[in-house]
Each structure stands twice: as structure tokens, then as C-alpha cells.
């Protein structure tokens, strides 16, 4: 935390010339020059520094392709694509021209490059084509995936080799680069008759493209200070001048020379310090040395072991100068619990890709869930034709798919980014005879990813841990009775009706649904549930000679409020031992979503949420599963995994932390209408705090007028907190409008616990949840325990 006091470090008298040498700025890249283009195509300059022009993927993309674009058997239509020269868009050809923007796609909005038939739509109506020509290019969000033929299956390896290779480099840039890029992109687009100069007329349409509603006067008394030439045009060195006046930041300059002194660079010694202020763990000598080695832009002051401003930009727009710990983005928690302690990303109606009444099935929601980490997807099954079942949205006009695709895609798919199990939760409405084929299915195409027996373990009254669990596959489902009355009914996976609390009704119920059951349920299928046994949710106080930790209950979102408030510590105690699924309710037609907030809070387990439906309730999602290196798994506090806990979600006690927040500035917001020039943001920002309910709050600071660039607020924020392990923290951007509802910018959420404090920047998510880059929030943080 930064406290006011400023210890200086100073040097031997010899060294002010070695700090003179490095003080001044370090130069921003020069404009476009002939060697990178010359004239005719200066925005090649974005593509140099990326390494890239020389490449002849990428040149044979910048010339452009013809590829057929296959949207069902008969569609096949035939589109110019062609990367444009800045290197992270791609320009393509339309029947119908749109604005601008509705003519490209953008390299870091890509999912995934596939090469060959490797997509639903491609199996089904890519057969004309030899796979060797296709590829589909999946897109993070809602956007629908991108089904190509190409003319050669040369020219096909060029395009999933080349867009490879960008994202790759794109992936590697730094924070500062990103923004370079950014920027000469924009100036490349702004030069009207790209002859690499800027007029006055020119250097306006930049400000209005970048988001910056600058005093026509004020902006040309800039214009005229870095006209050296006098000729009314800005050109190389003063293009230069002008970007970098434009890019300055007052905020951390001040920051930067409140430590630094009067020579203006920083020793290892005053970054230490800095460091030391800003409550840095494992801060020392060695490691300031080290990230001037790291974020050192001048090779004199790395020579000499110190840090320009530039250097020091570099250190806060990195990774390790942003809010998120670095040590938690990979898996740093014990996995070795059993499964019943670990918070688990789980998704509902995971084959949809739009509403529950009429909305496609796909395996590539699948895809695409697995991607954002989820672990437990569901599988509503019913009859097919020929014997094979499918999965739909039973009763709606929704599309099906087959049951075996679906396994298909959960082998080729389910481990990419975790090794974690996953969850196979089956919604069963199929006879006998096609429940056969179902376990049949699952057996022949997971083959030794399917847990079929349970492991040896030294402790069978618990669940096995996901360690052990690595690389295997859960079924959750129906499980036929044991020769002997049970305490559990084997139940569907959707919540029945309310039992009647007469006892003997109960018993002869227990009785008669034992014997429907056992003609009811495929011993195939029976057979393949070893782990996840879906039972009703009979009493939250189980003797303990019929604790069953292998039993799942599923609640809808109304059963579990109702038992979090009227019974939250039992609740907490119950979901310690066993698994818990909550669900949506089901008159939520175009799949909204709940708060999951709720859940966690109480110790569910497997929140399930419609992945497909972005909003606040997925950004909360990705906020709590973003740390443990986004494995979908992430541990309960210690309050929500002692099966004698005393904790209660609705009387967490008293305040127990302080978190401030001063909301000081933002960088290059995005442009929320990019075919309105005129069109300036208003930002405003909030901070939402997200947990139990005496914790959950939310504050904003005042709206800028006009100025999505650099917006500054200096406003602080404060928040008391009760159980502040299980809040989450979310900072959203908004565009204010005094008449309607305000239009979102951008987001980003994160559990508390994983907050660094101190001088921090927040890099923003769009709706979809992909990144906004460079856009940024830079905040100072602090947090008071007791």
C-alpha cells in the first residue's frame, strides 16, 4: 500500500550522466517509411513489427483468397476474404454491403482454427469438399463459427497456418505493444490518401476514431506545436511527437518521479520501494533487478540497472502490474479433496445455442463450453429415430442432435484446456432399448476415459479428489436400487414434484417408485453411474449410517433459495459431504440466467448457468472460475468444507474487511458505434461487489463527458465485506446516457482473494467475454484486514 513517505535512495556522484543518457523518452516506433512500404501501403508497418510482412502465409492472406463460405448442403457461396495490413482483421466480401464494420472479423476474437472436417457444419454439409480444402474458424461469444472451402488444400494450410502464426504473436504482444499497434492502425485508417502525412482535417478524424472529443482549438494548437516543418502536415518525427503527447500519461508520470527524483529514472533500490509500497509479496533487491532486466525498453538503463518511464509503463501495463496475481492464473490450489469441496463450472441446457423454445442444438456448444472451462455439461436425452437417440429441448421446437456426436465431441474436446473430470449429467427420457445404446455409445467412444467401477481409495465415505480423477469422465444419472430399500430414490435430474411428509405414504411411494424404477432404468446405463447418483433432496440433517457421498441432488434455483433461506447452515454442512446442481427455472424461456452468486454462498457445488446467454451472471461465472489456472475447478473456503461448519450465508457476523478503491483513469475505451464518427463516450465507472447478501454493494464514480481516450475520475470507492472469501469483485464501464439505460463498455471480474493491491491496471472483456485490448482501468487498491 502506498503511505506518503518518500525514502531516498540516491546514487554516487558519478552516475547523473549515465542517467541523463536515459531519462529522455524512449522513441515511439517512426511512421511508415518506403522500406516499409512506402506510400502505397504504410499500414504494412503494423505487420513489420509484428515480424510477420516477410511471411508467405501471411502475404499470400494479405492478397486475398476465394473461399467458398458452406452454410448448409445447398449454400455454398463463394467470398473474398484477405487480412488487412494492420494484421489483426480480416476484410470479406458480403452479398449485400454493410457498414464497415460488418465487413471484418477481428484475429482476437478467434476461438480456434480447425483444419479439415472438424465442425457440426462441415460433417453435415461439408461432403463435396475434400477435408483437405476445409477449415472452420470458431469464434469466442455467440458469434456462429466460419464454415471455408478453399480452391487448393495448399491455399487452405496458408490460412489455418496463417492465422495460427497472428494469434500466436498477438498472444505475445505486450500491453504497450498492443497499443502502438492500436494506434498506427487507426492512423493508417485516418490517413484519407495515405500518403503517410497528417492534415489538420486528417489528425480530427483519428481523435474522433480513437474516442476523443477534443476542442477544435486546443487540438490544433497540438497539431501547429508538433508541425516543426510549418507546411500544415505532420510527417514522420512529428507524427511521432504528436502520438506520444497524445499517449501521455499524467497519472503515472506523477507516480513515477514521486519516486524517482530529480534525474528521473528509477535505481533497483527506488523500485524496491515502490514495490515495497505497493505491498508486493517476495519483494527484493534481486527481484526490482529483474523486472528492469524484464520491462526495460533503453539498453544503457538496463546496463545500469535502472528504469526509464517508459520501463516503468511497461511493468504496470504487464500482467504483473495488472489486478489479477499472476501466481493464481495457474492451478495453485490442493486438488487433492475430494470432489464435494471444490466449486465446479458447470453448464445447463449445454447442447443450445440460443433460447430453450426454439433454438438450434449443436455440438459446438459443447465445443465452445468446454473452452470456457466448463466441467459438468448436460445431456437431455430422448428417442430417436433408427434407434439412435438424440438431444433437444424436449416438447419445443428446438433442433436435435444425435447422443453419440455429442459423446464424440466430449472425447475430442473435454481435455483440451483441462485435465480435470468432467460431468456428464444425463437428463434421461429414453426407453430401455435406447438407453441401452446410450451406455453402449459411451463405452465404445470414451473407452478408458469412462469411469465405469469405482477407484480404490483409503477413504470410500468420500468422493475421490479431481487429481485422481484426471483425465476421466463422470456419468451423472439414474441408478437402479440396490437389492435393498435405500434412503435415496433414484430420481430424473430435473426436480420433481414436492413429496408428501406423511410417512407411510412416503414408504409405500419408496416402495412402488423402486419397482417402476428397476423396469424403468437400463442396467447398461445403471451400470456406467459410479460416482454422481441423482437422488431427491429427502432431509438436510442424514443420520450418519446413510450418509451416501455419492449421491447428487438437483434443485431448481427457487428450492435452493428456499433452503438457504430457511435452513442456510444445514444447507452448507450437507453440500460439504455431498454434490449439489442447482438449475434454472424453467419459465425462463429465452434462457436467462440467476445470480450464482447465491449458490456459491451456501457451498453448491455445480452452478448450472446457460453458457449461450451472456450477462452479468456469466461474467460472476468466469470471474470465480478465471484463477486455478481456468481448470473448472476451484476450492471452497475452509468456512464451506468442514462438515461441522457454523457458517450461514444469511448471518455472516461483522465486518471483517475494508476494500478501497480509487478509480483514477481509463485507456482507449472502445467506440460503442464505429459508423457514428461523432459518436463520444461518457464513461462512467462501477464497482460491484458480489457475495453474501449483507456484503453484496454497488458504487460509480461521476460520468466524463465526452472522452473515451483518457478519461480521468479520481474517485474513491469503499466497501465493507463480511466473508470476504467468497466475494467477487466487478469493475464494469459504462456509456451514460441521461435518458435511457446506460450502454456497456466493458468488464472484468475477479474473486477478491485473488486482488493485488496497490497501483493496478484492469484490462477490460466484452460481453462475450473476449478482450478489449489496450482498453484499461488504472486504480489504486487497498485492502484492511484486521
Known sequence: MLCGRWRRCR???EEPPVAAQVAAPVALPSPPTPSDGGTKRPGLRALKKMGLTEDEDVRAMLRGSRLRKIR????????????????????FQRRIPRAPSQHIFFVQHIEAVREGHQSEGLRRFGGAFAPARCLTIAFKGRRKNLDLAAPTAEEAQRWVRGLTKLRARLDAMSQRERLDHWIHSYLHRADSNQDSKMSFKEIKSLLRMVNVDMNDMYAYLLFKECDHSNN????????????????KRPELEEIFHQYSGEDRVLSAPELL???????????????AQQLIQTYELNETAKQHELMTLDGFMMYLLSPEGAALDTTHTCVFQDMNQPLAHYFISS????YLTDSQIGGPSSTEAYIRAFAQGCRCVELDCWEGPGGEPVIYHGHTLTSKILFRDVVQAVRDHAFTLSPYPVILSLENHCGLEQQAAMARHLRTILGDMLVTQALDSPNPEELP???QLKGRVLVKGKKLPAARSEDGRALSDREEEEEDDDEEEEEEAEAAAQRRLAKQISPELSALVVYCHATRLRTLHPAPD??????????SERKAKKLIREAGNSFVRHNARQLTRVYPLGLRMNSANYSPQEMWNSGCQLVALNFQTPGYEMDLNAGRFLVNGQCGYVLKPACLRQPDSTFDPEYPGPPRTTLSIQVLTAQQLPKLNAEKPHSIVDPLVRVEIHGVPADCARQETDYVLNNGFNPHWGQTLQFQLRAPELALVRFVVEDYDATSPNDFVGQFTLPLSSLKQGYRHIHLLSKDGASLSPATL????RIQRP
Open 11 to 13: 546514487r554516487p556522484p
Open 778 to 781: 488504472f486504480i489504486q487498491i
Open 347 to 350: 453448464s445447463h441446457n449445454t
Open 72 to 91: 448448409s448442403r445447398t449454400w455454398h457461396k463463394e467470398r473474398l476474404y484477405r487480412l488487412q495490413e494492420d494484421g489483426l482483421s480480416v476484410w
Open 232 to 247: 500544415d502536415r505532420l510527417e514522420g518525427a512529428e507524427i511521432e511527437e504528436f502520438l506520444r503527447r497524445l499517449l
Open 273 to 287: 520501494e515502490f514495490l515495497e509500497d505497493q505491498g508486493e509479496e517476495g519483494a527484493t533487491l534481486a527481484r
Open 465 to 467: 479428489s479431481p487429481e
Open 546 to 555: 446413510v450418509l451416501q457421498p455419492c449421491q447428487v441432488s438437483s434443485l
